[in-house]
Nanobody, 120 residues
Framework: QVPLVESGGGLVQPGGSLTLSCSAPRTITSVYNAHIMGWYRQAPGKQRELVAS???????DYADSVKGRFTISRDNSRKKVTLRMNSLNVEDTAVYYC???????????WGQGTQVIVSS
């Protein structure tokens, strides 16, 4: 398990931007680097879905709905992953969860979730 600490959610108007951060301060760097880091979201009444992920070497994957608007980045030395969200719309409203997936076992660790509300 990788304890994850999230920050950065909040209320934003349509068209606005937010940045979410997730860190693993109690995890040694080598263990952190053995994980693919990602962000998932869950809107009310919907299943949790992958938003974006990034490997240790920087390979990224995005949901089609966020391509061109969201950017995931990773700082391995600081054990931190960031999701920059631009051009937000009401459909982006959800609880966003940081995820760490072990590359050798696919074991998942989850953050506590941070609420993002896009509303005028």
């Amino acid at each position: 398990q990788v304890p994850l600490v999230e920050s950065g959610g909040g209320l934003v108007q349509p068209g606005g931007s937010l940045t979410l951060s997730c860190s693993a301060p109690r995890t040694i760097t080598s263990v952190y680097n053995a994980h693919i880091m990602g962000w998932y979201r869950q809107a009310p009444g919907k299943q949790r879905e992958l938003v974006a992920s990034i490997t240790r070497t920087g390979t990224t994957d995005y949901a089609d709905s966020v391509k061109g608007r969201f950017t995931i980045s990773r700082d391995n030395s600081r054990k931190k992953v960031t999701l920059r969200m631009n051009s937000l719309n009401v459909e982006d409203t959800a609880v966003y969860y940081c995820n760490a997936r072990r590359t050798d076992s696919s074991a998942d660790s989850w953050g506590q979730g941070t609420q993002v509300i896009v509303s005028s």
